[in-house]
């Protein structure tokens, strides 16, 4: 059997509102499509988020074969196709599902089940096409963070498919307050990136928000439903004493939101390091949220302190929702022989509330 | 194909090339846009077969200004507030569509994002066209973003190279990123509002805290829950952001039995819950980032609504036309929650009633 850095396996990830294929081959990527409004492919215009299954049946032909065209890798010669099963929106997760199973059975190829949460938090090991040095060094046990629009979570990975969630928010993920404090803004959605654009010209602490379970950091929780609400406050007051915001006053708000929800996100894991029974060396960041760039200076600077080594994916694209990363992720599980042969495949399900822990 | 310094042509040439259809590829403040009439069907086909786009792909486009704007989209308060504020610049802001530009270009769902370059050359120009321009990216679909000539002419066929009727070329432009794009739609009462809401027997609290406001779920829960066995109950939850809406849920849960954490289903759209005990499961739905009533639809409500199901819907006064057609299947209890004219931070106004 082939487990060498040279499996070439076609993924595919249609979770939530993204549409993805990608071929890799080992971690190298030799193409990555992403149907969406939030990638790099979003040019100037675009669609917003259609959330509908039939979306995802609309476009996963062409993404597909466009993802395989890229790659310039045929069908037959793939070793493998991987699919996300969970979690995600159940029926977006079915039609992924349905077209593996459907391509696994015409070529004959066996199926990896990819959890979408480790497609994040492994994303930072994927090379570029023409990376050369591909030696993987033992970065185990390692700790994760994952910040998207659906999860914000602090992962201990004891090794490559053993995980445990040491950190959940228990009300909204990071990515969703982001874009809703955009939106309480009046900058529209998804408002995530236009806020951290507008921040940058905003002041530190010209207003005041609270920053979430400040003192609470032991619980190991993230919250992000009370900052939210304290902007909505803070927003009513500006208005009512001022009629409407300035351009000034959503810079400076952007910014000290933006801050407050960093500032706590980051206490947590400060928290989670300084009390680790596991000595702890590399950190691996993954998820949408990880394209903002204040974010990953304030990580970048925390590691420092904490004397770790941080690993972010080397591009753009992995950040967001895309395929590649569950061909990385794939490639991992295939080599420790986690897959199913194109006759056992009727097995695979969909699940909507996949966790890392439970893989 | 001709290409032109951008120094040695006039804004007429231009125009011209544009008005007989043509395919004209132009330096703008993030990178190269390849702009034909957006009001012209063959222009619009031209530059489809350019950019080998995929199916129900929309193009935003150009404007010289707001005003010109107004003639192709409905600009609501909070895109008005986006125009004054960042217009012109690497924004685009999708409105509603008065289809006034040529099929396709506006999305299927009717929207329009619309650009005003802060680029001179590209504002002359579609000044003296007097018509929106599409603004999408000069290189084909999922090509490397164009900051160079080259940069387009390297990735594409000679077929694709004899659609283009003009380049004008200004060297290398600053790697700057593209455009950001944001949807005010989602904003707008007039698509999504869906008549008023009439609660029969209207019942108000004044919730002061968390707790308070989970145990009003827990009660409303345990008043409706001998309906359960022949009918479902919808809980429509309607409220402001950061109102409570998922507090309330959690509230629902701790009454129904279920240990997991709820968390907010905004991103997910859906999350199911099972009570421990197996007898009835938690669906918590978020209409937020909903267009349309039919996504409410498709998540498969028709095979989920049993006399076992309890369904939990935020921001349900987005689908209320939906939610109302279960009347029959489910017993649907209205809840708004509000901020009541205090100063105490924690104070909801809480009313319900069954619809």
């Known amino acids: 059997m082939k487990t060498d850095i040279n499996t070439k396996i076609l993924a595919i990830d249609t979770s939530c509102d993204e549409t993805s294929a990608a071929v890799t081959q080992g971690v190298r990527i030799l193409s990555n499509i992403v149907w969406s409004q939030a990638s790099l492919h979003a040019e100037f215009g675009g669609v917003y988020p259609s959330l509908a299954q039939r979306e995802h049946k609309l476009r996963i032909d062409w993404v597909i074969n466009k993802a395989i065209q890229n790659s310039k890798i045929e069908f037959k010669n793939l070793d493998a196709i ?104 009046g900058l529209g959605y998804p408002g995530g990136a236009i806020l951290e654009r507008i921040a940058r010209d905003g002041k530190k602490n010209s207003y005041l928000l609270p920053i979430p379970m400040l003192g609470r950091e032991n619980l190991n929780r993230f919250s992000y439903s009370g900052l939210k609400t304290a902007l909505v406050r803070l927003v009513e007051k500006i208005k009512k004493e001022k009629g409407q915001l300035s351009q000034t ?46 974010l990953r200076n304030l990580l970048r600077k925390m590691a420092r302190e904490e004397n770790l080594t941080i690993h972010f994916p080397y591009s753009k694209i992995l950040f967001g929702d895309n395929a590649a990363m569950i061909g990385v992720t794939a490639y991992f599980s295939y080599q420790r022989r986690n897959y199913l042969k194109s006759k056992e495949i009727s097995k695979i399900d969909r699940s909507p509330k996949f966790r890392i822990d439970s893989i | 194909m001709k290409i032109v310094k951008k120094e040695h042509i006039s804004v007429d040439e231009i125009v011209n090339v544009l008005q007989n259809k043509g395919l004209v590829i132009m330096p703008t403040e993030t990178l190269y846009g390849a702009f034909v009439d957006a009001t012209n069907i063959k222009a619009v086909a031209k530059l489809n077969e350019y950019k080998a786009r995929p199916f129900g792909k929309p193009y935003s486009v150009a404007v010289a200004n707001q005003q010109m704007a107004k003639e192709y989209v409905e600009i609501n308060e909070n895109a008005k507030s986006l125009y004054d504020s960042f217009l012109p610049g690497p924004l685009t802001i999708v409105s509603k569509g008065k289809h006034q530009v040529a099929k396709g270009v506006e999305s299927e769902k009717g929207s329009l994002g619309i650009r005003i370059p802060d680029y001179q ?57 593209p455009s950001t794009v944001i949807d005010t739609t989602l904003d707008d009462p007039i698509i999504l509002r869906q008549g008023d809401i009439k609660i029969k027997d209207k019942n108000e609290v004044l919730s002061q805290s968390v707790e308070n406001t989970q145990n009003l779920a827990k009660n409303l829960y345990q008043k409706y829950e001998k309906h359960l066995d022949q009918r479902a109950i919808i809980f429509a939850l309607e409220g402001p952001m950061g109102a409570g809406k998922t507090v309330f849920t959690k509230g629902l849960a701790k009454a129904m039995g279920i240990d997991e954490e709820i968390v907010s289903p905004t991103y997910d759209l859906m999350l199911n819950y099972e009570s421990e005990n197996k007898k009835s499961e938690l669906v918590h739905i978020d209409a937020w980032r909903m267009l349309t009533s039919s996504e409410f639809e498709d998540l498969g409500i028709n095979k989920m609504i049993s006399d076992k199901s309890v369904f939990a819907i935020e ?41």
Do not use: C, M
Not at chain 1, 173 to 181: F, H, R, S, V
Not at chain 1, 265 to 285: C, E, G
């Open chain 1, 82 to 185: 991987a699919v996300t099963v969970g979690p995600g929106l159940a029926i977006a997760l079915g039609v992924g599902i349905d077209k593996a199973k459907e391509l696994a059975t015409k070529f004959n190829k066996p199926i990896i089940e990819v959890n979408h949460i480790e497609g994040h938090l492994l994303s930072p090991f994927a090379r570029s096409r023409n990376e050369q040095s591909l030696i993987v060094d033992n970065q185990f046990p390692a700790l994760g963070l994952v910040v998207s629009g659906g999860t914000t979570q602090i992962i201990l990975a004891e090794r490559l498919g053993k995980y445990k969630i040491l950190a959940n928010t228990v009300d909204d993920a990071l990515g969703e307050a982001l874009d809703k404090g955009a939106r309480l803004l």
């Open chain 1, 249 to 294: 006053d959503i810079q400076n708000l952007a910014f000290v939101y933006q801050d407050a929800a960093f500032t706590h996100l980051i206490r947590v894991l400060t928290y989670i390091i300084h009390n680790s029974n596991i000595k702890i060396n590399d950190l691996f960041v993954g998820g949408g949220v990880g394209a903002n760039v204040y």
């Open chain 2, 121 to 177: 050359l590209v504002i002359d120009v579609i000044n003296k066209l007097g018509k929106p321009i599409t603004a999408t990216s000069a290189n084909a679909s999922y090509q490397k973003r164009p900051y160079r000539v080259e940069d387009i002419l390297k990735n594409i066929s000679l077929k694709q190279k004899k659609l283009i009727d003009l380049i004008i070329d200004a060297g290398e432009l600053p790697h700057l990123e």
């Open chain 2, 315 to 355: 921001w349900a006064e987005k689908v209320s036309g939906v939610i109302r057609k279960y009347n029959e299947d489910a017993v649907i209890v209205w809840i708004k929650i509000e901020y009541p004219n205090s100063d105490q931070e924690n104070e909801r106004k809480i009313t319900w009633g069954v619809l």
